[in-house]
Nanobody, 122 residues
Framework: QVQLVESGGGMVQAGDSLRLACTAS????????MAWYRQAPGKQRHLVAS???????YYIDSVKGRFTLSRGIGFNTIVLQMNNLKSEDTAVYYC????????????????WGQGTQVTVSS
């Protein structure tokens, strides 16, 4: 059974940085692309950044230049470095994985983590 476990959320002030990590277990052959989504209070969950199987990266416009997605140690770990955080980044962040080769806004990932809270105070 595939499991995604996130870590690294917290409460910071605007302008600070946070690093989120996600590790997939039992994912061999089940996950080719991974991504981070977020859901702010009262809003729908949406894609933030994704890493394709060919290492291509995608970011939504609002985080370009501030967030960096990379692979951690091991194929099954991704890291989201979030710099210059803003209050509008406040949300629950979810890690997701799919057997698909990439993730875009139309993708419905097969696997989800439990979520980690990021709160940015202005």
């Amino acid at each position: 059974q595939v499991q995604l476990v996130e870590s690294g959320g917290g409460m910071v002030q605007a302008g600070d940085s946070l690093r989120l990590a996600c590790t997939a277990s039992n994912s061999r052959g089940s996950i080719n692309a991974m991504a981070w989504y977020r859901q702010a209070p009262g809003k729908q969950r949406h894609l933030v950044a994704s890493l394709a199987s060919n290492h291509d990266k995608y970011y939504i416009d609002s985080v370009k230049g501030r967030f960096t997605l990379s692979r951690g140690i091991g194929f099954n770990t991704i890291v989201l470095q979030m710099n210059n955080l803003k209050s509008e980044d406040t949300a629950v962040y979810y890690c997701a994985g799919t057997p698909n080769l990439f993730i875009n806004e139309a993708t419905r990932p097969s696997y989800w983590g439990q979520g980690t809270q990021v709160t940015v105070s202005s």
